[in-house]
């Protein structure tokens, strides 16, 4: 019976960790590779070990498009708006890279999961679903997923002429 528990408490473990990556991408797996050792063996398994990042990149439970709503996900997650300065300084003029922090941090307290539960609006700068398909394929990136970061970045600089425009956005530099 305790073998049974214990069995299933690292199942539990590993789908919150798949959970957590698909729901935040780069950063939990970042975050991931921080705290977790680098090798998750599963007790009850001597036949093999598998890295955590296997896990998560093998685990079909969760697809990667399948993002927790606000209401499965914390909403005060927050991350440190400076995280993103070499990723908005390589799609915004240097000019604009404070202004565009400013209105990400706004938009999405930096956290690359953030999803509005009224709109919608997705990503860190909580772009809209229903214009997503249309923008991301005007500014070069047809295809990509809102959640994205890099896609989303990429996405609000084409949309906001380089930071110059930011007309489609509540929050203002």
Do not use: K
């Not at 697809?63 to 709503?69: I, K, Q, V």
């Amino acid at each position: 019976m305790i073998d049974d528990l214990l069995q299933r408490l690292v199942a539990v473990v590993v789908a919150a960790a798949v959970t957590i990556a698909a729901a935040y991408g780069p950063v939990a797996e970042q975050v991931l590779a921080e705290h977790v050792p680098a090798e998750f063996s599963n007790p009850y398994d001597t036949t093999t070990t598998t890295t955590i990042g296997e896990v998560i990149a093998n685990d079909q439970s969760v697809p990667r498009d399948s993002r927790p709503t606000s209401a499965t996900r914390p909403s005060s997650v927050t991350v440190d708006v400076e995280t993103w300065r070499p990723l908005v300084g390589a799609y915004f003029p240097a000019s604009h890279v404070d202004a565009a922090l400013r209105v990400l941090a706004c938009e999405s307290h930096g956290n690359p999961g953030a999803v509005n539960p009224s709109s919608g609006a997705s990503g860190l700068f909580q772009h809209m679903p229903r214009y997503w398909a249309d923008r991301s394929a005007a500014a070069g990136w047809a295809g990509a997923d809102i959640m994205d970061p890099e896609a989303n970045v990429a996405v609000a600089a084409w949309l906001s002429n380089g930071g110059r425009d930011w007309s489609h956005w509540t929050c203002r530099p």
